[in-house]
């Protein structure tokens, strides 16, 4: 039986218990109502360029591994044997020419067709290897490369649950359209919930002030005299609930754009519950966070970095660069993010220290507020109670 929760605990829309963000047992329902039932990603379809290729994760905090097999198509299917239940590959990433246990050497395509298992005939006549292929993820949709799985066989499907987010995504996943292509990606964990990441990147609110310096002292690496910092940027600046999605949306002014001058507009999408897209016209980089929920205070995060697929090889070195002023593992933006999280989960264990405050602009009473309003991060907290069955506040 499932456990239950408060449905009167505060989870928006103005404030939030600091529970959601510390009990475990929380966190145990978070993976059952919401990372069993949403759509997930795990991977870009750029990363398949050989069959074989994969990339393992954790969904709803069950190991499964997207695989590209012999006929070009990405297949995810959980990562456990049907043997004993062992893991198939203990690598994040990798490339196999078949799926072999290594506990006793079940063996399976690439396509996850149960192929060989030794000394057989144990198991008697009416064993059939084509009974015991490897169970694929109920459901696995593609867009724009971006690799969504669903483990739950009925609810909507992707771009229905994307809904007002389709748009947003798709200024942010393409290059004016043209697909992308990664060029890494990394992974580091941070000490903290999982809802920090997606609250921090919706929150335009933090950035002038937790990366003050970063920005002050970075104008130089763009040739942008004053102009590559937050407060310098002339455009206009929105904070946007889309129903469980959020965005940061912003038109920055011309003058900012010495890479490119094509797109002026800044957008920084959080798909509930777990996939962040960036793109930053005046670096001209777009980067990918794919959240993936440890425990209750720990964090893994994988962040790509991502080009056009016709763009040069100079022009790709120029992306992985610039990518790696700031989001890249030693961008010092990244660094300040990660500090702070230690911080404030440290700080929210403090049970009797009130609820945590995300009413700004909540009086304007519109779906997209001003520069630093809370309407994006409104949008998670949205989903949040929708999955989790907890009522507004």
């Known amino acids: 039986m499932s456990a239950s929760i408060d449905t009167n605990i505060a989870a928006g829309p103005a404030s939030v218990d600091r529970r959601c963000y510390t ?5 145990e329902l978070e993976q059952e109502r919401i990372f069993e039932h949403a759509w997930i990603a795990i991977a870009h379809a750029s990363e398949f360029t050989r069959a074989g290729d994969y990339r393992a994760a954790e969904v709803a905090g069950q190991p499964v591994i997207a695989v590209k097999a012999d006929d070009g198509e990405i297949h995810v299917f959980f990562n456990t044997c049907r043997h004993k239940g062992t893991t198939l590959v203990g690598d994040r990433t990798g490339n196999l020419s078949q799926l072999k246990c290594p ?29 015991h292929g490897l169970i694929p993820v109920p459901r696995t949709e593609i867009f724009h490369g971006i690799v969504f799985v669903n483990l739950s066989d009925t609810g909507p499907g992707l771009v229905e649950f994307l809904g007002p987010a389709v748009e947003y995504l798709e200024a942010s996943a393409t290059y004016n359209g043209e697909a992308l292509v990664s060029l890494g990606a990394y992974e580091y964990s941070y000490a903290g919930n999982w809802k920090l990441m997606m609250e921090n990147t919706l ?7 937790l990366h003050d310096y970063a920005f002050a002292q970075r104008s130089d690496l763009f040739d942008v005299k004053g102009t590559s910092g937050f407060q310098a940027t002339e455009g206009t600046r929105w904070s946007v609930q889309l129903d469980i999605h959020g965005a940061f949306d912003q038109h920055d002014d011309v003058r900012t754009l010495v890479i490119q001058k094509e797109r002026p507009r800044r957008v920084y999408i959080g798909v509930f519950p777990s996939f962040i897209s960036l793109y930053h016209p005046i670096w001209d980089v777009t980067g990918f966070r794919i959240i993936e929920p440890v425990s209750v205070d720990r964090t893994i995060i994988r962040t790509y970095c991502l080009a056009p697929a016709s763009a040069t090889q100079e022009e790709r070195e120029g992306i992985g660069e610039r990518f790696h002023y700031s989001w890249g593992p030693g961008g010092r933006a990244g660094v300040d993010d990660v500090m702070i999280f230690d911080r404030v989960q440290r700080g929210l264990k403090a049970r009797k220290g009130g609820n945590v405050i995300i009413s700004r602009g909540l009086h ?22 929708r999955y989790m069955g907890v009522d507004a506040a």
Do not use: C, K, Q
């Not at 929150?203 to 002030?209: M, N, S, V």
């Not at 309003?373 to 998670?380: S, W």
């Open 23 to 27: 009990d475990p047992a929380i966190f």
């Open 103 to 131: 506990y006793h050497h079940w063996t399976y395509r690439l396509s996850g067709e149960l192929v060989s298992v030794p000394r057989v005939e144990a198991y008697g006549e009416a064993f059939r290897l084509e009974e």
């Open 203 to 209: 929150d335009d609110y933090h950035a002038e002030y």
């Open 364 to 385: 304007r009473n519109t779906h997209m507020g001003i520069d630093a309003d809370d309407n994006a991060v409104r949008g998670f907290w949205e989903g949040w109670r």
